[in-house]
């Protein structure tokens, strides 16, 4: 009977040894796989990363050379002479004053300048221009003492 209890322990050893030893390998398999789909979705990543970056600068750089070339073509296609522009940024791009360079200011403009694939204006740019085109616009002259003075009274 001892040596029949033996022979299970011992054949229940080799079978812990067997089933490790194939735990171990399909282990390593899973985890070889594992790796290669990761880095593969990694590099699938990157390039996508990698080509969205591209893009964006590429519309940023493109968007400053049109800012720049702006007046040029306004003064091509509207007869505003480079030299009325002032770059303002935001919110909007340019005000020309028409005319002034010449030292006879006919209008005024604003500019907005759009060089991607955006056609619209946004929110703020449309109040802008609905706000000129209903001309509530208005002249406000500061005289810096006088100014000071009401504060100080």
């Known amino acids: 009977m001892p040596d029949l209890e033996w022979l299970l322990i011992f054949i229940f050893l080799i079978l812990i040894i ?13 985890e070889s796989k594992a790796t290669q789909l990761f880095n593969e979705w990694r590099e699938k990543g ?3 990363i990698r080509e969205d970056a591209i893009k964006r600068s590429t519309s940023t750089i493109i968007g400053k050379v049109g800012e720049h070339l702006t ?13 009325d ?10 005000i020309a004053f028409k005319g002034l360079s010449e030292g ?4 005024i403009l604003f500019i907005e300048v759009k060089s991607g694939e955006t056609t619209g204006l946004t929110e703020r740019e449309k109040q802008i ?3 000129v ?5 208005r002249w406000l002259f500061i005289h810096l003492p006088a100014e000071l003075e009401k504060l100080m009274s």
């Open 18 to 30: 067997i089933l490790f030893h194939r735990y171990s390998k399909l282990k390593g398999q899973v």
């Open 46 to 48: 990157e390039k996508t």
């Open 71 to 83: 007046p040029v073509i306004i003064f091509q296609n509207y007869g505003v002479n480079p030299k």
């Open 85 to 94: 522009f002032r770059f303002i940024g935001t919110p909007v791009d340019f």
């Open 104 to 107: 006879k200011l006919e209008e």
């Open 129 to 131: 221009r609905d706000v």
């Open 133 to 137: 085109e209903s001309k509530r616009i």
